[in-house]
């Protein structure tokens, strides 16, 4: 990766871009959740790392975000271990608001199946979704968050990826990724995630410690094993900015792959407030001129 990413680097922001309940006393939900499995830390040097620098750096991390509203054409490219692979067209439009980043999604634009999401990220996190024709809005519980998108590995919980926001995690150190090193953080699921979601029990992070970038987030479970691996591949220039370019969506336990592609993007837009508010998810919106659309090739 070359010193020239830094622009890039220094605004990017969770794409697919939580607060933990405690209690005084032991209800049978918060009795449970004291006794699931806690993947321990793994430090990753001699000492203990600062965890007050660790919790700068990633507050920092949150704060990061692409400058100004941008649209993006992708294509999820689904790559079952057996079976025949099939590409899954789709549409975003990101900001950010007072709560965090922001995004319009539509899966599958203008066909029968067609599906819309409205993705707020941040430690208020929430996703409205648009099941379609005569459908209603409805925000998505924290077992929905899970579901598959468009018959794909790809969740809202991928795109959301609230775990960036979770308040309960360890700094880990520094270990390499890619042939670069990483900051390394250990974040837990709340108690509503982790009710629904038994089997996750902590999301392992990794941040570039030059530009600070998110490169790679692994789901993992009991045993420290691998439920689900997110990594960033490769990235493109676009009207003098970096944007990532390419994601690797792996579950780990089938060996299932979907890809997340970016086909086209416009940034430095400028959308109306309406745009991200639920109640317009079920209403049809344009992408921007055909002319401010810059193509993502190889």
């Avoid at 005084?24 to 793994?42: D, I, M």
Wanted: charged share 25%; net charge neutral.
């Amino acid at each position: 990766m070359q010193p020239s990413l830094r622009t890039l680097f220094s605004r990017q922001a969770g794409l697919l871009a939580c607060l933990v309940v405690f209690s005084a006393g032991l209800t049978g939900e918060s009795f449970a959740q004291s006794h699931r499995y806690r993947p321990p830390a793994q430090y990753l040097q001699l000492s203990k790392p600062d965890q007050a620098e660790g919790r700068r750096i990633l507050e920092d991390f949150r704060r990061k975000g692409i400058a100004g509203d941008y649209y993006l054409e992708f294509a999820l490219r689904v790559l079952p271990r057996r079976g025949d692979e099939r590409v899954v067209q789709g549409r975003l439009w990101g900001s950010r608001n007072d709560r965090g980043p922001v995004s319009r999604v539509i899966l599958q634009p203008g066909e029968p199946n067609e599906r819309r999401l409205l993705v707020q990220n941040g430690p208020e996190s929430a996703v409205w979704l648009w099941p379609g024709p005569g459908g209603q809005v409805a925000t998505l519980g924290s077992a929905a968050l899970f579901t598959p998108l468009a018959e794909t590995d790809l969740t809202a919980f991928d795109l959301q990826m609230p775990f960036l926001y979770w308040s309960d995690f360890v700094f880990e150190g520094v270990a390499p990724v890619g042939g670069r090193p990483a900051h390394v953080f250990l974040l837990y699921p709340p108690a509503e995630i982790a009710a629904q979601r038994p089997e996750l029990t902590g999301v392992r992070v990794y941040l570039d410690t030059q530009f600070g970038a998110l490169v790679q987030a692994r789901q993992i479970g009991e045993g420290d094993r691998a439920i689900k691996t997110i990594t960033v591949l490769d990235l493109k220039k676009v009207d003098d900015q970096w944007i990532v370019k390419t994601i690797d969506v792996r579950d780990d336990a089938t060996r299932n792959k979907t890809q997340f592609n970016i086909t086209g993007a416009a940034l430095g837009l400028d959308f109306s407030g309406g745009l991200f508010d639920p109640a317009t998810l079920a209403e049809s919106i344009r992408p921007p001129a055909e002319n401010r659309i810059r193509p993502v090739g190889p």
